[in-house]
Structure formats: C-alpha cells, structure tokens
C-alpha cells in the first residue's frame, strides 16, 4: 500500500494520469510499479520473480530497492 509520496508530481501522476514532472517515455513503467506498490501489504510482495528487490544496506538500512 502507498502511505505517501515525496515527489509531488509522481503522486499527481499515480491520482490523475497527468504526466507532468516525470518523464513521460516512463509512464507506462512508473503506472505498472505504482499500481503493484498500491496492491502490496508488505515490503515481500514486491519480490517478483522478472524483477530485482534487493533489501539495502548502510544508510538505506530498512529499505528496499525495486528494478524491472
């Protein structure tokens, strides 16, 4: 689930479809990984596997990174 966003225009984007602030060749992409954030209820659920999920370390401690 997406309990908020920091990058303004991404979350207008993931709201209306407006790709304004965002590249919009990635569009399709950014709609995939936002819809599948939305429908997760935990961090594993992103871990598909045609996808890398890597759990991050050092600063990011606690975080995951997600590449298609």
Same mark, same amino acid.
């Given at each position: 689930?997406?309990?908020?966003?920091?990058?303004?225009?991404?979350?207008?984007?993931?709201?209306?479809?407006?790709?304004?602030?965002?590249?919009?060749?990635?569009?399709?992409?950014?709609?995939?990984?936002?819809?599948? %954030?939305?429908?997760?209820?935990?961090? %594993?659920?992103?871990? %598909?596997?045609?996808?890398?999920?890597?759990? %991050?370390?050092?600063?990011?401690?606690g975080?995951?990174?997600?590449?298609?």
């Amino acid at each position: 689930m997406i309990k908020s966003f920091k990058h303004k225009e991404l979350q207008e984007f993931y709201e209306t479809g407006n790709k304004r602030g965002i590249n919009p060749d990635h569009g399709s992409s950014l709609a995939h990984i936002l819809d599948r %954030l939305d429908a997760s209820v935990q961090p %594993l659920d992103m871990n %598909l596997p045609e996808y890398r999920f890597p759990k %991050l370390s050092g600063r990011d401690k606690g975080t995951w990174s997600y590449r298609d």
